[in-house]
């Protein structure tokens, strides 16, 4: 059995600064391996004393774990989680919550649209504000929604209240609200295009002058060059008064609403201990500045992992090291397409390479071709969208270094299995080393050799089979998975 060896953390640079070495055996050391990835998942567990046992519990999450070997392709990974035994009592650390970079999908392109919110040297927050000859003010009494409603009052003018927001050029927008009139005269709203300085949709009535609240929309379709639209909400043209509430903005294409996002919240320092571990949350009924809160707070809530001290006393104790191969990295990353507006460009596994996972090659490219690309944009990460551009006459695996390596299957059996063990020829006394197999090759079953028959006149060959997915356990015996 091989030895492992412990090393820092790989993400920030640290390379291989050793830590600590343990003879596979004895940890009873096992891994698996997979044509997708190479090398997968592994576990191994220390026995010792406690003191000793949590000083790598807090530690090593993140740590390099390899086996030590030359010649060959040794299995290599990090610890994704530590569960540390007591006395029946136990302790887990883990990086599965850990998030260090998140964005956020929301729905509504403006900010209290409620109004709910009242302003600081504004009447509501979030809105800028006009008052010539007229007023501005929180209405309480005659709303539409909720506890506050603007209502907008023109003595001598056109006070107004207004909004800017982000948008994409030559896309189709609507703009929602609830309003009402004092019985006689209606409000007004505009639209106008702040980057080329121009309207969109010039100061329009809304045609409510009744005294009940009345929902409208009104679509508009952005300029091209366009990145900032302001919406106006405007008291009557006339002396006269006017309210609005529930106002809102959304993108759509195809009469669907589409879902905007923001830029990415991250924490550097958790990044370059753990690498980059996204989350994208859908808040599909808030506005920006909602959505940039809910961000930056959940980077602060969750780019360490949780720490709980664990209540032991001294003694023995047992530590579970899990581990897994840096293909997972891939799931840390997202796969975000342009097709909806997105930040993030392109839907091809270029882009998941440039953008989206940064250890991946363009060998990767090379290899795996174009063909079904746009299958992509049905997967979730980048480890799933190459999973499913892979084809099945490859393998793909990540070496020690996190270069990654695509090649091709060679459907000739190159190893035989007999009564468990592999032999590079039928009958030899030696078997072959099963720490050194990698996922992917062909097999030839001499236990079921005689399976082979004659059909249609054609010699079967149900005795042949690629081993694509295997663990090793602490013995060095291959247990193919499926």
Not at 47 to 52: A, I, K, L, S, Y
Not at 316 to 321: I, K
Not at 452 to 469: E, K, M, P, W, Y
């Amino acid at each position: 059995m091989r030895q492992l060896l412990v090393s820092q953390s790989v993400f920030a640079g640290l390379g291989s600064s050793f830590v600590e070495r343990f003879d596979g055996h004895s940890v009873g050391w096992r891994r698996s391996r997979s044509r997708v990835g190479g090398d997968v998942d592994g576990r191994f567990s220390l026995v010792g004393n406690m003191q000793d046992l949590a000083t790598r519990f807090y530690s090593w999450l993140g740590y390099d774990v390899r086996e030590d070997a030359s010649g060959d392709q040794p299995w290599c990974g990090y610890v994704q989680s530590m569960t540390l035994h007591y006395g029946g009592r136990s302790r887990r650390r883990s990086l599965d919550e850990v998030i260090n970079a998140v964005r956020v999908h929301y729905g509504w392109l403006i900010d209290n649209g409620e109004f709910e919110i009242l302003g600081s040297g504004v009447t509501f927050s979030g809105w800028s504000e006009v008052t010539t000859g007229g007023s501005i003010n929180d209405e309480t009494t005659n709303v539409g929604q909720y506890d506050h409603a603007v209502r907008l009052v023109n003595t001598s003018g056109t006070p107004y209240v207004y909004q800017d927001f982000a948008v994409i050029p030559e896309r189709m927008y609507r703009l929602g609200f609830l309003t009402r009139g004092d019985g006689s005269l209606a409000g007004r709203y505009q639209v106008y295009d702040v980057t080329n300085a121009a309207n969109i949709i010039a100061s329009t009535s809304t045609g409510v002058t009744g005294t009940t609240y009345v929902a409208q929309t009104v679509d508009f379709r952005t300029p091209a060059a366009c990145v900032s639209v302001r919406i106006m909400l405007q008291a009557p043209a006339a002396a006269g008064t006017s309210y609005f509430d529930a106002a809102w903005v959304k993108r759509f294409e195809e009469d669907e609403y589409m879902p905007e996002v923001t830029d990415w919240a991250t924490n550097t320092e958790s990044i370059n201990r753990y690498g980059r571990r996204e989350g994208i949350v859908q808040l599909p009924t808030a506005s920006q500045a909602a959505a940039d809160g809910w961000a930056t707070n959940a980077v602060t809530d969750g780019a360490w992992p949780a720490v709980s001290d664990p209540v032991f006393g001294g003694g023995e104790g047992r530590l579970d090291v899990d581990v897994v191969g840096y293909w997972a990295t891939a799931s840390m990353r997202y796969h975000t397409q342009d097709i909806l507006g997105n930040k993030d460009a392109g839907d091809v596994i270029g882009d998941i390479i440039t953008n989206d996972c940064d250890w991946l090659t363009e060998l990767t490219v090379a290899s795996i071709g174009t063909d079904g690309q746009a299958r992509t944009r049905d997967h979730q990460t980048a480890r799933a969208a190459i999973d499913a551009l892979l084809p099945s006459h490859y393998r793909l695996r990540v070496d020690e270094q996190r270069r990654v390596i695509v090649e091709a299957i060679d459907t000739t059996p190159i190893y035989y299995m007999q009564t468990g063990q592999l032999y590079e020829t039928p009958g030899t006394a030696r078997p072959v080393d099963a720490q050194a197999v990698l996922a992917g090759v062909a097999v030839q079953d001499l236990d079921w050799a005689e399976l082979s028959s004659q059909v249609d006149g054609r010699t079967a060959s149900a005795s042949v089979f690629i081993l694509n997915d295997f663990d090793v356990d602490e013995s060095g015996t291959i247990i193919p998975r499926g």
